[in-house]
Structures are given as structure tokens and as C-alpha cells.
């Protein structure tokens, strides 16, 4: 598996990550890196115990950890969640939505796990 072909099968953008990190093999060695990554755990373990300040920390985090990798879908997933929980700001969710979008975000995220696993795999 090529670090495109990784890129196409979990809804990534191969040209958002060409722009941060320049050539293949940095990003196959970052992405890799993703799997050690705390910051889904993180929101999940805040979002469990409702601590507001936690989830948006937490959603913060992967939003930008994402969006460097160009794993689009779950940065905005993760960017919807920080902006319900930014500091400062109103909620505009019932917990009810924000699980389900919670539930999308973990489906994602378990896709992508799979996806990087198999490109690991590859190597």
C-alpha cells in the first residue's frame, strides 16, 4: 500500500498532507505516529466524564494533529466538537446530538486506525 492509496481508503487528502510534510516517507513516518496519538483518547475520556473543558482540550488537539496529516474528515468531525465546547461559547447541542456525532467520530477514527494499520503492515 502507497501512502496514496492509505490517503484514498480513509477519506484522507493525500495533497493537504504533500503541503505540510513534503515527501512520502515523512508522511508514512508522521502517520504512523498517529497511532500513539493520546488525543482521541483524550476527548473521549473527557467527553465520558462530561467535562466540558477536557472535550473541547481534547477535540482541539485532534482537530489540529488531523488536519497536519490531512485526515480532513475527522479534523472537521473533531472541529465540530471543539467549537460545541470552545471556552467562552454557548452550547448550541443536546448531549443526545453530541453523542451521535461522537459515534461518527469514532467510526472514523476506527476506520482510519485500520487503514494506517494496513499501511504499516505494508511496509
Keep these: ?13 493525500y495533497e493537504s498532507a504533500k503541503r505540510v510534510l513534503p515527501s512520502d516517507a515523512l508522511i508514512g513516518k508522521f502517520i504512523l505516529k498517529f497511532l500513539n496519538d493520546a488525543s482521541f483518547g483524550k476527548l473521549e475520556a473527557a467527553w465520558a466524564a462530561r467535562d466540558a473543558a477536557g472535550t473541547f482540550e481534547g477535540a482541539h488537539a485532534l482537530k489540529g494533529v488531523c488536519a497536519n496529516l490531512g485526515l480532513n474528515a475527522l479534523s472537521a468531525a473533531a472541529s465540530e466538537l471543539a467549537e460545541e465546547f470552545r471556552p467562552g461559547s454557548a452550547r448550541a447541542l443536546e448531549d443526545a446530538e453530541v453523542e451521535r456525532r461522537m459515534d461518527a467520530l469514532r467510526e472514523a477514527y476506527a476506520r482510519t486506525l485500520d487503514g494506517i494499520r494496513a499501511f504499516a503492515g505494508a511496509q
Aim: without cysteine; charged residues 15%.
Design 1 to 13: 500500500m502507497t501512502v496514496q492509496e492509505l490517503y484514498e481508503a480513509v477519506g484522507g487528502s
